[in-house]
């Protein structure tokens, strides 16, 4: 049976993550959070002091990581390592090895009917042939607003300017960034969540209601 795949793109905190976990649990769909996978070698990466602008020595390291979890924690959400994320994110081999991660995660659950997986290069690169791609935009400053709270929430000390020039910052570095850049994928749908999430949803629900 052909597993349905939906993908969720858009830029740093604009909401990719709760528009997922809202898909999968209405559409009853799995659900993979692809940024999870680059936060958890950034964690291991800054544990361990690898040197992330030597190639080198990522390749060496990531041919000893066997396994990686792809569950969510406090500790890979902090400033420090969405940072070191869209840092690493740039290497060829650190997005291959996450690509790999993902398609195996994909074939191996055989009786998961279909799977939302979000990102930045899920429509554009990993699953070009998805059954229904969304790019979720809002502008900057809702998005380090958002940002902002989630960290208070959170326990984080944290500084709206800070987090705004973040954000900016992360921007740049996944649109500019010569591999897998973010980018509307072809055939995307963009859905505006500046709004409400009653809104948002409403946009998607329209789309989902077409496959
Ligand atoms: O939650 P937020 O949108 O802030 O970030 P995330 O989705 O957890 O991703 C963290 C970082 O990983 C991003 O800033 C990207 O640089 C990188 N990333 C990527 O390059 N490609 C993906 N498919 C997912 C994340």
């Known amino acids: 049976?052909?597993?349905?795949?939906?993908?969720?793109?858009?830029?740093?905190?604009?909401?990719?993550?709760?528009?997922?976990?809202?898909?999968?649990?209405?559409?009853?769909?799995?659900?993979?959070?692809?940024?999870?996978?680059?936060?958890?070698?950034?964690?291991?990466?800054?544990?361990?002091?690898?040197?992330?602008?030597?190639?080198?020595?990522?390749?060496?390291?990531?041919?000893?990581?066997?396994?990686?979890?792809?569950?969510?924690?406090?500790?890979?959400?902090?400033?420090?390592i969405s940072r070191l994320a869209s840092k690493i994110a740039v290497h060829d081999c650190v997005r291959n090895y996450v690509n790999k991660l993902q398609y195996n995660f994909v074939n191996k659950n055989k009786k998961i009917q279909g799977f939302v997986i979000d990102g930045r290069d899920i429509g554009s690169v990993v699953f070009k042939n998805a059954d229904l791609k969304l790019y979720i935009d809002v502008n900057p400053e809702i998005r380090a607003k958002r940002r902002y709270k989630q960290l208070i929430d959170s326990g984080e000390k944290s500084i709206y300017p800070k987090i705004l020039k973040d954000i900016k910052l992360r921007d740049k570095q996944d649109k500019l960034r010569k591999h897998s850049p973010l980018v509307i994928p072809k055939g995307a749908h963009m859905v505006d969540n500046s709004g409400s999430f009653t809104d948002t949803i409403k946009q998607i629900k329209v789309l989902l209601d077409k496959i």
């Open 1 to 80: 049976m052909k597993k349905l795949i939906i993908t969720i793109d858009g830029p740093a905190a604009s909401g990719k993550e709760k528009i997922a976990k809202y898909i999968a649990k209405k559409w009853k769909l799995n659900h993979l959070d692809s940024g999870i996978l680059y936060r958890r070698l950034a964690l291991i990466f800054s544990i361990e002091k690898i040197d992330i602008e030597n190639v080198n020595k990522i390749k060496n390291k990531l041919k000893n990581i066997h396994q990686i979890s792809f569950r969510n924690s406090k500790n890979i959400r902090t400033q420090v």
